[in-house]
């Protein structure tokens, strides 16, 4: 799926992203950083596993963007938290996980169709009459 990141500043870059259920965290590539002007944060640095070894990457609050396909004037926009790595040098530039993603929007996917759907967040909830409410930090959890 493609994936707009947007700097304070303005400056956008759009790349391929891979949708991750099982990534904890948005991660991106370093030279999203650069090419955006973000500074992700030595003071928010976590070492995750990924690609077969323990990996650094850094955080910065990101306006992240997705348009349908051949829609790029209809989009979803939201401010999340991006890990940016200090070196990686995979086929995508992000990905897309728990944290940022998945925590904001209800989404299907299917194998059959190679497609994915975005919904609003409580659409599952709608859809599946699920009970939430929310948690001493505000996120929806479903109702035990």
């Not at 790595?85 to 728990?98: C, E, V």
């Amino acid at each position: 799926m493609e994936l707009t990141l947007v700097g304070s500043s303005g400056e956008r870059q759009t790349v391929l992203a891979l949708v991750d259920s099982g990534s904890e965290h948005i991660l991106a590539a370093p030279f999203l950083a650069r090419a955006i002007q973000a500074e992700p944060d030595p003071n928010r640095e976590l070492t995750i596993g990924i690609g077969g070894r323990p990996r650094q990457v850094r955080f910065a609050d990101v306006l992240l963007r997705i348009s349908a396909p051949g829609v790029p004037d209809e989009f979803e926009e939201w401010q999340a938290e991006v890990g940016f790595f200090s070196s990686w040098t995979p086929s995508w530039g992000a990905i897309l996980g728990q944290i940022g993603f998945f925590d904001h929007f209800s989404i299907s996917m299917s194998r059959y169709s190679q497609a994915l759907a975005m919904e609003p967040f409580d659409a599952f909830d709608k859809r599946f009459h699920v009970e939430i409410r929310e948690s001493e930090n505000r996120r929806r959890r479903f109702k035990p």
